[in-house]
């Protein structure tokens, strides 16, 4: 089945053009009316005056080559059907349009079509008495022993360099042999781990085995020259080194670390760390990306091209443009670890003793871990059958640590806040965050002069107000809330004891659940079921209430 987001194949890339028009920041684009299959973005502010730079090819490589048109890049893109190359007469219309007497540099990428296509609509032009010269950029060295090195992400470094010459004014003579020059000192080299979608057909997505990449797969999704037994990003960025540092190993390079379309940002970063920590880090004086300049569709994998350096094409470069597809070169940051203020320890509270305080703490917790099996089985039938485990061990390392005498348990307000830290730190997930605030809030309302009950009052607002649950919700604060209300109220442990339960029993016959886990079952699911969260509060406070 083919995975392709469009209307219908035959008009996806019209439609796309039209969408890169319709969206280009500096409303700078047009295309040429030479009808739907005649496809040509040009400049609208190109004033003939200056060298014109064509490029294009195949579609499915965006930004690639609409992205580059552009003040500072090219005057004119010509897109052919997906994987195509345009027709002889789209690309001497693009010629014919844009050309003035300083004449025209065509910049094409090393494959059959695109070498006949364009090598025939020069020869047109030029009998029609433009100047017309053309470079092709041969930058893969995936395939060493190919008599024909095909065109891929370098290509976009030869648009930025004769861009710039041309923007400066210089001949066509000098506008080509600086992008000759471009082309000579760039290499690239890519890898995939799956190719691309392309419209309307189905994605081979077996072709490269479970685990490994392959090393030189076409940006049309061609066969790589070798598959390597690893994805690790280590030991692939150490391969493409290699190989690279082989072919350009003198003075600065720039580095551009190009993404093929569906390697994730963070697989970028990652990439990117790894190639400026790797043998050729110390040559990068610049850096372009980590971006999407020279695309295959979706295809997950990226490239690295390198391009030996000297002061005109480093200014070439370094050079602002107007175009959309260009991530601006720079020098390459260094990491900075900036002194940080930690936290204050929680548990720098000093210990101290109190029996009664100590006898509460080991009711609740011996409590909780008994019910630890109970609340599973619970929880089994409503989420993923975990509460009992994840209450269980917070209230373990609790009662070890008042065993072992390290609770402030004679100071209230210390006590809530340590045992804040601890269910935090223990119980995982979002259950122990949200005891963690109400703990911790009712230990900072105890400071302010609060009573136990009153505290324990804001620690459950401050609970509801960061989870979101309210009464009714099918939670554990159907529980606490009624029994914090009878505690507030002045009734005593019996009758907070009576209230929980008889809120942890309502959750048993409530029709939804508006949070938790328990929010994504049906009614059937949950009928007659008690809330095990809600469950744990009762039983807690039966034992407290003796």
Not at 157 to 173: F, N, P
Not at 213 to 226: C, D, K, N, R, Y
Request: proline residues 4%.
């Amino acid at each position: 089945m083919s995975q392709f987001f469009m209307n219908q194949k035959q008009q996806v890339v019209n439609d796309a053009i039209e969408g890169v028009l319709l969206s280009t920041p500096h409303h700078n684009l047009a295309r040429l009316a030479l009808g739907p299959q005649m496809r040509v973005v040009v400049r609208n502010d190109w004033d003939k005056s200056r060298v014109a730079l064509i490029s294009g090819g195949g579609s499915g490589h965006e930004p690639a080559h609409i992205g580059f048109v552009g003040k500072g890049m090219l005057t004119a893109a010509v897109c052919g059907d997906i994987f195509a190359s345009p027709s002889v007469d789209a690309v001497l219309h693009a010629i014919i349009n844009v050309t003035g007497e300083a004449g025209c540099l065509l910049i094409v990428k090393n494959y059959t079509g695109d070498r006949l296509n364009f090598g025939l609509a020069a020869e047109k032009a030029r009998g029609m008495g433009y100047q017309v010269e053309m470079v092709m950029v041969r930058d893969d060295i995936a395939l060493p022993d190919n008599p024909q090195p095909r065109g891929i992400a370098g290509t976009a470094l030869v648009h930025k360099v004769a861009g710039y010459a041309a923007e400066q004014g210089q001949s066509l003579t000098e506008v080509a042999a600086l992008a000759q020059q471009a082309c000579d000192a760039t290499a690239s080299i890519g890898l995939a781990f799956t190719t691309c979608h392309v419209p309307g057909e189905a994605r081979d997505d077996h072709r490269v085995p479970e685990g490994c990449s392959e090393l030189g797969m076409g940006i049309h999704g061609e066969p790589g020259a070798s598959t390597l037994k690893t994805q690790n990003s280590r030991e692939i960025v150490a391969e493409l080194v290699h190989q690279l540092t082989a072919k350009k190993t003198d003075g600065p390079l720039a580095l551009l670390v190009n993404n093929l379309g569906g390697f994730s940002a963070l697989e970028m970063a990652v990439l990117v760390r790894e190639a400026l920590h790797s043998a050729l880090g110390k040559q990068v004086k610049l850096l372009i990306g980590p971006a999407t300049l020279v695309s295959a569709l979706d295809m997950k994998g990226f490239s690295l091209s390198v391009m030996q350096l000297d002061p005109p094409l480093e200014t070439a470069l370094l050079a602002p443009v107007e175009v959309s597809g260009w991530s601006p070169a720079m020098a390459p940051a260094t990491v900075a670890d900036l002194p940080a203020k930690l936290a204050d320890s929680l548990q720098s509270c000093s210990p101290s003793d109190n029996p009664a305080t100590a006898a509460i703490v080991t009711t609740i917790c011996q409590t909780l871990i008994g019910l630890e099996s109970e609340l599973n089985q619970l929880d089994a039938k409503v989420g993923d059958g975990d509460t009992g485990s994840t209450f269980a061990a917070g209230a373990r390392s609790v009662l070890e640590a008042s065993e072992a005498g390290e609770l402030p348990l004679n100071q209230p307000e210390a006590l809530l806040t340590v045992v804040g830290e601890k269910l935090a730190t223990v119980m995982g997930g979002s259950s122990g965050v949200l005891m963690s605030i109400m703990f911790t809030a009712a230990g900072q309302q105890l400071t302010q002069g609060a009573s136990l009950a009153q505290a324990f009052t804001a620690g459950l607002e401050r609970m509801q107000h960061y989870g979101g649950a309210q009464v009714g919700d099918r939670t554990m604060i159907d529980a606490l809330q009624p029994a914090f209300a009878a505690l507030l109220n002045g009734d005593g442990l019996t009758a907070a004891a009576t209230a929980a339960k008889k809120g942890a029993d309502s959750t048993s016959t409530m029709r939804s659940a508006r949070a938790g886990r328990s929010s994504y079952l049906n009614q059937e699911s949950l009928d007659g079921v008690k809330d095990p969260g809600a469950c744990a509060v009762e039983k807690v406070f039966a034992a407290l209430a003796g």
